[in-house]
């Protein structure tokens, strides 16, 4: 059952070192839509707050002992992420990236695809990976809760794209099409780096996967598409 669900909720792109391909899964434009399948999964959401307010915190509510900081191009700017295992783990052969929709509910697209992957024993060789476009400052101090990390400051801010409404414009969500942050990074951009940051630190990797969910889900088919990371069977890192 939860694997179905995982079919349903989700347009996938994958990478076998560096090729992707994207399929469309479902493409719900509602948000209050995501936020009831999430419920119908399991997901963790709290009710306290009502289909179209942002549900991106800083520091992360739940998982900050598994909150990471990505460095980015763009100069003093981080991507924070959730990572299910430490950067480092050899035991890692495959990556999920999952990209959260229009309410920036990352945490529970996080909480999810983890539980998904344990139920199908795949959890010690994959990793799940979340990144968050937020709408607000945030510092990889407040992120990470201080961990150490030689590539970013702890006063380093993550790049944020502010909410404005009505919330479900094209204005609210120009991550979707890989828009500049209020920082000026761009979010095709961004998921670039995430991809070489996973290359670059789960050494025995074979496989990345990138899917999303509703607006994610079409960002993902965006970026599957003009990203420049992958060519002719090679990525930037590889």
Known sequence: QEHALLQDRFSLSSSSSSQRRARSGADAE???????????????????????DSYFFCPPRNHQSQAY??????????????????????????????????AREAENYFGDTVRIVASHNKQERTVVVT?????KICSAGDWTGG?????????????????KRPFLTTEARSWMFGGGSDHSARSFEIL???????????????????????AGGQYVQRWAALSPE???GVTRSR
């Open 30 to 52: 509602s948000d209050a839509s995501g936020v009831a399948l999430l419920r119908a999964a399991g997901g963790d959401m709290d009710s306290g707050q009502a289909p179209g």
């Open 69 to 102: 900081a990505v460095p980015l191009a763009s100069p003093d700017a981080f991507e924070p992420v959730l990572a299910s295992h430490p950067p480092g783990s050899e035991a890692v052969e495959q990556a999920i990236i999952v990209i959260h929709g229009a």
């Open 131 to 135: 990144p968050s476009w937020g709408e």
């Open 147 to 163: 961990k150490p990390n030689h590539e970013v400051r702890d006063d380093t801010e993550a790049p944020y794209w502010t909410v």
């Open 192 to 214: 670039d780096s995430v991809v070489e940051w996973i290359e670059v630190n789960y050494p025995r990797l074979r496989r990345v996967v990138v899917t999303g969910f509703s």
């Open 230 to 232: 992958g060519a002719n």
